[in-house]
């Protein structure tokens, strides 16, 4: 039985901290489902989009090592990892210390949760800010 790995983000601008923490989500398990937030979230929450969700999915998808891409327009990971009900859930580790909006869910439907340690100072957040 294979053991399914889901792990969340904008993935807006793929950076090499993007694919560490892809890597490593796979090296949790045997599939990995990947979600993304919406074009609609991303200009309502960061104020631009870099990649649209289209081009975003696609660009996951031909990494060649993800299962599936799923486009997600809540706020929250929540109903896309219920929705996937995977092994293993991965978010980074700087959510740790009760920033992770998931971790009860993942508790209460015995989803281990895996915290990615961050590499470098890679951040689509931060090339948004210099393009302005």
């Not at 793929?14 to 990995?32: K, R, T, V």
């Not at 109903?79 to 009860?104: D, Q, W």
Request: some cysteine; overall charge positive.
């Amino acid at each position: 039985m294979s053991r399914t790995v889901t792990v969340n983000g904008c993935f807006d601008g793929l950076h090499p901290g993007h694919l560490f923490m892809l890597g490593y989500a796979l090296a949790q398990g045997d599939e990995l489902i990947v979600g993304i937030n919406s074009d609609q979230y991303i200009q309502q929450h960061k104020g631009m989009v870099l990649v649209s969700e289209c081009c975003r999915r696609r660009a996951l998808l031909d990494l060649g090592f993800i299962s599936r891409v799923v486009v997600f327009h809540e706020q929250d990971p929540v109903k896309f990892i219920l929705s996937v009900r995977p092994a293993v859930h991965c978010t980074g580790a700087e959510y740790k210390n009760g920033m992770c909006i998931e971790a009860g869910w993942c508790e209460l439907y015995f989803i281990k949760l895996v915290y990615v340690p961050r590499v470098g100072n890679w951040s689509s957040t931060q090339t948004r800010r210099e393009m302005k």
